[in-house]
């Protein structure tokens, strides 16, 4: 495994290090890296439903949309990221758990009670301090988290702000939870640096054949490419939003999914999914499959049936679909 403590704090060039590392290196990786006031939203997110714009643009935020799913987080310098990419038999797994682990290890090393808990958040005393996202690509996975060490709160909960579309929900009801910073719990003052490396030492000691690893001339280069050419892009990070005429939400044990659907005459001549689920296919797939179909249910179970939904909604059902869809 290739150990990376990337120093860039470049939102773009950032998510397109998360990228590269998962597409163009070989050897397994785990990262830790910081950005500069960004919002980074899900690949599934409708951007502009999830920013406060005004906010953002007084605060000269920058807006990044990341390969995985998931729902929008708030980065700032007090708050430390990590990554891993795992190629191996299983990876078609969403699996939290495992790679949230270390991290859990470390603060308990620490002396604070951190605990994984709900869909893939890690919190202390019940407030959360961390959330993950994952990522998979045939048989390889890449899995990101925050860590919320010293970030400004208000910052946190001014730049994002409440989908308004009204949702159904077919979730078990939960408390939201709050956030909270780890260096609120530690027994004694710790610097980020520090705990950065305690981490970084973590890795390196209970991976065998870990070793630290510095980007080439040649891997910046590629990683400026990607972000230049793809993630510094408005399309890419903001797209073009058409409008629908049937639009609907559903919260479901998977997580939040927003049905977009261009009706005409009784068919479908458009649909956009949008969410903070998690999948290991493309979305497009199943936007694709619905147009041409009849605004119908037993047409639409059908086509929804030739499909495996859990591949591309984890932990959701026909039944969600067909519920955000009337």
Known sequence: MLCIHHTSTDPYFNIATDEYIFKHLKEDCFMLWRNDNAIIVGKHQNTLAE?????????????????????????????????????GENTEMVDFKKYTQPIIEVLQKLG????????????IDGKK???????????????????????????????????????????????????TNVSDHLKEPLSLEEFTEMIMQHIIDTNPGAKRYEFTKEDLAEIQKIRDEKYAKWEWNFGHSPNYNFQQGVRTEGGTLEMNLEVKKGMIKAAKIYGDFFGTKD?????????GTLHEEEAIRKKLSSIDIEKYFHKMKVDDLISVMF
């Open 283 to 291: 979305i497009s797939e199943v936007e694709e499959l619905l147009v």
């Open 129 to 179: 301090f961390s959330g993950n996202a994952e990522h998979v690509f045939k048989n390889k996975v890449l899995h990101h988290g925050t860590i919320l060490f010293s970030s400004e709160m208000k910052d946190v909960s001014g730049a994002l702000k409440i989908n308004p579309l009204k949702y159904k929900d077919r979730a078990v009801k939960s408390i939201p939870k709050r956030v």
């Open 51 to 87: 920013i406060n714009v005004d906010y953002v643009k007084e605060k000269g935020i920058k807006v990044v949309r990341r390969l995985s799913g998931g729902g929008a987080v708030y980065h700032d310098l007090g708050n430390l990221n990590f990554s891993f990419t795992k190629t």
């Open 112 to 123: 604070v009670d951190a605990k994984f808990e709900g869909r893939n958040d890690i919190t």
